[in-house]
């Protein structure tokens, strides 16, 4: 597993928050380190840092044009999260509101594939608008293990499709966990017993 450098750490922080995904720059700072591994990986920036070569970290670390780059990107992420949205500036923000947004899918990029079609693409939209105005809004679904389908063609031309089972730990979602370190959990009571979920 390849080890970022202190230089390029916030890369991490970054492919873990999906404001790259509707930011052409910050798609475009993964696809600066290895344009071949982006497309191969699907566009996940987590898979990219956990598959590139070290070498081609430390030429990135010793970059000045990458370097200069990915501090413009960081910048505006920084922006983006500290400024003043429409919500915090047209409504009283100290009251403790929280909207719950259940969605059978959000299509909130290819890296997480848990979506098949419209309603998942229409959630994603609607959580990136959200996310946009400060909504105190918290999208709630499932993180399917067998997301949609991939097709490709097979030595005759026709078309075939695979189900490749999602790797949670290689995408940018990552495992809630309480205070003490263990994941946290949530229990429903079923006729036949308990159901227990983990929250990612």
Not at 14 to 24: H, K
Not at 51 to 65: H, N, T
Not at 89 to 102: C, M, P, Q, R
Not at 138 to 152: D, H, I, K, N
Request: with cysteine; charged share 25%.
């Amino acid at each position: 597993t390849p080890s970022l450098p202190p230089k390029l750490e916030r890369l991490r922080e970054l492919a873990y928050n999906l404001w790259w995904c509707w930011n052409p720059e910050a798609i475009a700072l993964y696809q600066r380190l290895d344009n071949d591994l982006w497309e191969k990986t699907y566009h996940n920036p987590v898979r990219v840092l956990g598959a590139i070569e070290q070498k081609r970290l430390e030429e990135a670390a010793g970059d000045d044009g990458f370097l200069s780059n990915m501090e413009r990107v960081m910048q505006k992420f920084d922006e983006y999260m500290a400024k003043k949205t429409w919500y915090n500036k047209t409504h009283d923000s100290s009251g403790e509101i929280l909207v719950a947004y259940f969605s059978a899918e959000f299509g909130l990029d290819e890296s997480v594939p848990t979506y098949a079609g419209g309603l998942g693409v229409l959630a994603g939209d609607h959580l990136k608008s959200e996310s946009d105005l400060g909504l105190p809004l918290v999208g709630v679904g499932l993180l399917y293990q067998e997301g949609y389908f991939r097709q490709y063609l097979n030595a005759d031309g026709w078309q075939q499709e695979s189900y490749p089972l999602n790797d949670f730990y290689n995408m940018p979602v990552r495992l809630e966990q309480g205070a003490d370190g263990s994941p946290v959990e949530v229990t429903i009571d079923y006729p036949d017993g308990p159901v227990v979920a983990q929250v990612w």
